[in-house]
């Protein structure tokens, strides 16, 4: 497979999972989260609060988490980078991303990162689109259109053949993630994008599972307007890469910060 690229290091059961949490006004949802994450496969839970107005330091606080703070609201790409940072600084074999806002089953976190002690993905996504009814679960129509119709898209420049990217439940491995430009990424929505377009182009392989879809009214939710912009911004995001790769506009963006992982390398057997 093009794609596919062999980590320097199998990651085994021995691995160091650390949880990283980007919040913004997750006081409602944060304590729910942590405390079903299963704790015996979890060693370390990071929590960067984005300027939050509620009470999500407090509550973190409380439950004894590593916890960094932003001191203004910088956006949901900025509070990844930032989870990313301390992540791999706390020496991080695993990262799983999971959105604070129990929109995510917590304790399917063993399932997500399977794959990758298995040695068989460097990055994993927790899918609601893959064998799930994500309309039933509560995804407004127009989200579960456009999700369909951006994952169409996606999966035509990536030459991939994935359910979903938009999910807010992701693993990585350590490898995957310090061979991208993390920090070139947006600061906003579309840094979730921007981060698998780079995972594509470095050669990383990709597996999904199906996690269920949850909407409910303490959960934080993209506005339509939110939702658009990152529509576009996607479309946008092909067209640069595309460009790209086609040599008329080469953007760091999208090079390998590791040349083991370059497009090349991970081509030869
Ligand atoms: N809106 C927003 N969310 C942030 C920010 N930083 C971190 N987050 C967290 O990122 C998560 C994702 O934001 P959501 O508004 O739920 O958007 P989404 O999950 O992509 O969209 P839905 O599928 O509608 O839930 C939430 O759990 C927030 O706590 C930020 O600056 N703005
Ligand atoms: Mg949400």
Redesign the pocket.
């Known amino acids: 497979m093009e794609n596919s690229v062999r980590l320097p290091v199998p990651v085994g059961s021995e691995a160091k999972v650390v949880v990283v949490m980007p919040a913004y006004n997750a006081a409602k949802t944060l304590r729910m989260t942590y405390t079903e994450l299963p704790h015996d496969v979890v060693d370390l839970v990071i929590v960067v609060d984005d300027g939050s107005k509620d009470e999500t330091i407090r509550i973190a606080r409380e439950l004894g988490l590593e916890l960094f703070v932003h001191n203004r609201n910088y956006g949901y790409g900025a509070n990844q980078k930032t989870c990313y940072r301390e992540a791999l600084r706390a020496g991080a074999d695993i990262i799983v991303m999971v959105?604070p806002?129990y929109?995510y089953d917590p304790t399917l976190l063993p399932q997500i990162i399977k794959p990758i002690q298995d040695g068989t993905a460097d990055v994993v996504l927790g899918s609601r689109l893959l064998n799930g009814d994500p309309m039933s679960g509560g995804m407004p129509w127009w989200k579960y259109i456009s999700n369909r119709f951006l994952t169409g898209a996606e999966n035509k420049v990536f030459g991939l053949n994935l359910a979903e990217y938009h999910t807010?439940y992701r693993a990585y491995t350590r490898e995957a993630l310090e061979s991208v430009n993390v920090e070139m990424n947006s600061d906003n929505f579309i840094f979730d994008q921007e981060i698998m377009a780079q995972f594509v182009e470095v050669g990383s392989r990709v597996a999904e599972v199906p996690v269920p879809t949850r909407y409910f009214p303490q959960?934080?939710?993209a506005s339509f307007i939110q939702s658009s912009i990152y529509g576009l911004s996607i479309l946008w995001l092909l067209f640069r890469l595309l460009i790209h790769r086609a040599g008329l506009m080469r953007q760091k963006q999208f090079i390998s910060l590791q040349r083991r992982y370059s497009r090349a390398a991970a081509t030869t057997p």
């Open positions: 959105h806002d929109q807010g959960a934080s939710s």
